[in-house]
């Protein structure tokens, strides 16, 4: 499967911003898919993941309240809705998907990357 991410760009902190994944291929529906994010020099972290289905998700404790994934398996897309933006939530986005068993929270699980979107926010 290839990921397609869009929808990054500059809002004021307390903004919000809707992420999207395009995929290609027939199968989208079959794979777990998650967001995560790195800023310049750090680690990639987790950021949401949600099952095939679109029936489990699982957040992050920083963006927990804020962030929303979900899925439209007929549109082949994952979005993250991102509301109540803060300066710490500058990063590059990136979408991810995975095949087998569950969602993870770990990137080594994930097998198939998008190219990222970036996500500036201003304070």
């Known amino acids: 499967v290839q990921l397609q991410a869009s929808g990054g760009g500059l809002v004021q902190a307390g903004g919000s911003l809707r992420l999207s994944c395009a995929a290609s291929?027939?199968?989208?529906?079959?794979?777990?898919m998650a967001w995560f994010r790195q800023a310049p020099g750090k680690e990639r972290d987790f950021v949401a993941a949600?099952?095939?289905?679109?029936?489990?998700?699982f957040y992050a404790g920083s963006v927990k309240g804020r962030f929303t994934i979900s899925r439209g398996n007929a549109k082949n897309t994952v979005y993250l809705h991102m509301n109540a933006l803060k300066p710490e939530d500058t990063s590059v986005y990136f979408c991810?998907?995975?095949?087998?068993?569950?969602?993870?929270?770990?990137?080594?699980?994930?097998?198939?990357w998008g190219q990222g979107t970036e996500v500036t926010v201003s304070s």
């Open positions: 291929g027939r199968t989208f529906s079959s794979y777990h």
């Open positions: 949600i099952g095939s289905s679109g029936g489990s998700t």
């Open positions: 991810a998907a995975r095949r087998q068993y569950g969602p993870s929270t770990l990137s080594s699980l994930y097998d198939y």
